[in-house]
């Protein structure tokens, strides 16, 4: 919500200045124009580059695309900390730049729909959900945003999970739909309303639910949705609703 509202202060405040050397330009939050402008800025890294990537999978892969062709081009000159999702931790691209000697260290957390490029500390790409509802998007240089920004990076990443110790799933599909099992155990659902929920049978429902728990290492339902809360697989929104008793 910090960097939410930063976000909106700084374009309000610069939204005029759009020329002669402004430090905040507003950007179309358009997915052409946003993933253009990403890769953009990223091509340009030369030192540093923090990002996070907080979005959905098909802008996810745009970024990944990006950050791949940079670090061909730089090698390991460029030092980059990225900072996700579990719905956008790409396990494969971060084997494989790892494996060609890559800079790279990948952390993640649970945050709201956001995209942040931060570029060398000079310069930032900030798109999120606003506070009123609205995405807004801005390419900002002013120094004191982007001190605010790093600052608010560095907060979360000393609280965020590296990726070694992040569950693997076995691809964004299955963990989706692992996260999306996780959630109705949270909410306390029956077996059968959560099977019907999510088109499988009860039977099949209750085998995903313990080849979870086996691979969270729980012992029951109660323990598995502990492990997942802390390993950040469940996702941000509205308490869950009162547990009801599970078949």
């Avoid at 002669?20 to 052409?32: H, I, L, N, Q, W």
């Avoid at 945050?111 to 509802?133: F, S």
């Avoid at 963990?175 to 099992?181: G, K, L, N, V």
């Amino acid at each position: 919500m910090e960097v939410q509202a930063l976000i909106e202060d700084a374009v309000a405040r610069h939204r005029n200045f759009v020329s002669r050397g402004a430090v905040v330009t507003s950007v179309k939050p358009d997915e052409a124009v946003l993933s253009a402008e990403a890769a953009r800025l990223i091509g340009r890294t030369r030192r540093g580059l923090e990002v996070v990537l907080a979005s959905d999978v098909p802008r996810a892969k745009g970024i990944y695309r990006a950050l791949g062709e940079m670090l061909a081009a730089c090698g390991d000159a460029v030092t980059v900390r990225l900072l996700c999702v579990p719905e956008t931790l790409d396990r494969e691209f971060v084997r494989t730049q790892l494996e060609a000697g890559r800079q790279l260290e990948v952390r993640t957390a649970q945050l709201p729909w956001m995209e942040t490029v931060l570029v060398d500390n000079q310069v930032v790409l900030a798109c999120a959900d606003l506070i009123t509802g609205n995405r807004q998007a801005a390419v900002v240089r002013d120094v004191s945003v982007i001190r605010t920004l790093h600052n608010l990076f560095a907060g979360v990443w000393r609280r965020a999970i590296p990726v070694d110790q992040q569950l693997d799933f076995g691809g964004w599909a299955r963990a989706e739909f692992a996260r999306r099992i996780l959630d109705r155990l949270n909410a306390g659902v029956t077996d059968e309303v959560a099977a019907r929920e999510l088109s499988v049978s009860v039977r099949t429902y209750r085998r995903y639910v313990a080849e979870i728990m086996e691979l969270l290492g729980a012992n029951s339902r109660f323990q598995a949705g502990a492990r997942a809360a802390e390993l950040g697989l469940l996702p941000l929104g509205p308490a869950a609703r009162p547990a009801r008793r599970t078949a």
